[in-house]
């Protein structure tokens, strides 16, 4: 009866006291697609200066509470009710004599809309009332219509957004693409100064040379290499082919993948330790090597084959390494690239030996020093095996291989691999060593010198030049380097217990960030702070490297905790979710069953993007701040990527 009376006094005083008012709220209505079928309905209030427009949220007796209505249609369904963007004011009103929550100059508001059609035609009204210090206006119901294409999103194909994000992709995978062809040069090269293809040299080169035309020789030799370029491209096609793309970026973060190339590697590492000998079998070499007697094009074809073949005890282990690293790198293209390197630095020697045969009186016999090519390689394998246990133990939330558990296994690992190279170890394939060569010699201080450097790992110490290999720093359970970064933090971190999915996530560093982008969202709207996704996951080597090289800067570290809400998101935890947020993507058709799935069909549908580590910077309402970004080592450019961010949220 209270609320009435006032309300008809005030209504009064408005229609008769000042009958030229008009009316101080303007309403702007949008949208925004956030995923294909999905969007958000932007409803916004300009509000006159000296005018307050009602919250959502009025207690019983107070002014009449903004409120909305949409028309039921079969082409869209709300999600929710609408939510609130604006802060409101919360102050006593002497007109109603009560605390109420209104705002001031603008207010947004949000309602989400699902399972758009291409084309959906949203319809509804606004109830409001307005009021100034002295008089209100009378509630009035406004309607509205909008029509939202599912295709012409912020997000769509052709917007700057997305845009951005292809090229932070296509940058990525360019780098991906570069690092697995170095490694497979690196690779074909080692594989040259295998015992099981280094004496097959001069054989080799004598075969084209024994015309005594040397142009002759050159074109024969340079068609040998290029059909062991393309045998061992092709295995790598085939690779791609029978696993297909999917696959091939799954293999990264599936546990039992990452398992199974654990044990493989090891078995490699044995292998080439001389505890068994991988061959393929003996028929293959002799029809191949029968088959190169023909001459022609077909006859160094299959000499070419007959290398491949013979020389797999030695090249099997290397080549088994190079297409797990190059298929877990999530690139289509990563095993043809892998081998494409690791056969080029494999023929190259060949051609060039072949155009200058004098050469081969420079290289060194052949002896027991080719074996120890392949153990120090065995070592390596073994090191390198650890990895791929560790993303295992990571996604799967295990907490058996720590950061210092890694780190002993490391050292123990180099430590024997030094004490080999001196002559102190002996393996059975192993001839004996009366002196050391002053290039064994250098290797092994060379190994015992980073032995030592990863020994105050033991005790939280960064090692920045491994740290994209090693578990990330949260893991390690006695850690005197990380309370040094946050002696100078301004903001208190909240108790990472109380965030959603706080027990099995841990942010970098100390920092105070949530794992759930609807949570990190609504705090950034309480705090009006800007907010950097950090799309990441458990087996990301590029992701560590940014944090151990980048983030660890006192200047970047400081924007990070102090200026932006860090919302980190794992694209490869195979936590799995309740069975009432399982769901089959609007995106791509497969089912959501996991914390991983969920964020990563969440980049892919949003921001067209499937790497890691891929930076987001949004303002609390979602849009864009800056253009999204990939790895980038150089700190300079990654603060002023984050000061970009700030300057266009400030503005």
Known sequence: MKKNLILFVLLLFSVFGNAQIENPVKWEFSSENVSPGEAELIITAKIDTGWHLYSLFIAENGPVPTSFSFTPSPDYTT?????????????????????????????????????????????????????????????????????VKNDDAILSPGSEAVKAASSAMSDLTHHSL????????????????MPCIFPMLPFTVSYFTKSGNKRNAFVQASLYGLFIIVIYVALGLLITVVFGADALNNLATNGIFNLLFFLLLVVFAFSFFGAFELVLPSGWGNKADSQSGKGGFSGLFFMAATLSIVSFSCTGPIIGTLLVEAATMGQLMGPATGMFGFALALAIPFAL???????????????????????????????????????????????????????????????????????????????????????????????????????????????????AFLPPQ?????????????????????????????????????????????????????????????????????????????????????????????????????????????AISAFSGKKIKTIGNKWSDYQ????????????????????FLAQPQGADYNVDRFSHFLETGLKAFSQ
């Open 79 to 147: 999600e929710g009710t609408v939510e609130e963007r604006s802060k409101a004011t919360n102050a006593f009103d002497k007109a109603f004599g009560m605390d109420v929550a209104y705002f001031s100059q603008k207010a947004v508001f949000v309602q989400k809309i699902k399972h758009i059609k291409t084309t959906a035609v949203i319809n509804g009204s606004v109830t409001f009332m307005s009021c100034d210090d002295d008089q209100c206006t009378p509630p009035e119901e406004q309607e509205f219509s909008i029509t």
């Open 178 to 193: 570069l690092t697995v062809f170095f490694a497979g040069l690196l690779g074909g090269f080692a594989a040259f100064f």
């Open 353 to 467: 030996f072949s155009l200058f045969p004098s050469w081969l009186k420079s290289l060194p016999k052949s002896g027991g020093w080719l074996n120890s090519v392949k153990v120090v390689l065995g070592f390596l394998e073994l090191a390198l095996s650890l990895k791929f246990l560790s993303n295992v133990d990571l996604a799967y939330h295990w907490n058996w291989f720590d950061r210092e558990v890694y780190l002993v296994l490391w050292i123990a690992i180099f430590g024997l691999m030094a004490l080999y190279l001196l002559g102190k170890l002996s393996l059975p394939n192993d001839s004996s060593l009366k002196h050391i060569s002053p290039f064994r010699l250098v290797l092994a201080i060379l190994t015992i010198a980073f032995t030592m450097y990863l020994i105050p790992g033991l005790w939280g110490a960064p090692l920045r030049a491994v740290a």
């Open 474 to 582: 949260h893991s390690q359970d006695f850690d005197l380097y990380t309370p040094q970064l946050n002696t100078t933090s301004t903001v208190a971190s909240a108790d990472q217990g109380e965030k959603k999915y706080g027990d099995i996530f841990h942010a970098p560093y100390g920092l105070n960030a949530y794992f759930d982008y609807e949570e990190g969202m609504a705090i950034a709207r309480k705090e009006n702070k800007p907010v950097m996704i950090d799309f990441t996951g458990h087996a990301c080597v590029n992701c560590r490297k940014m944090e151990a090289d980048v983030w660890s800067n006192k200047k970047v570290l400081d924007l990070i905790r102090d200026r932006y809400i860090l919302i980190q998101l794992y694209v490869d935890d195979k936590t799995e979710l309740t069975a009432d947020k399982q």
């Open 604 to 623: 892919a549908a949003r921001f067209n993007a499937n790497s890691q580590p891929f930076y987001v910077l949004l303002d609390p309402d979602g849009k």
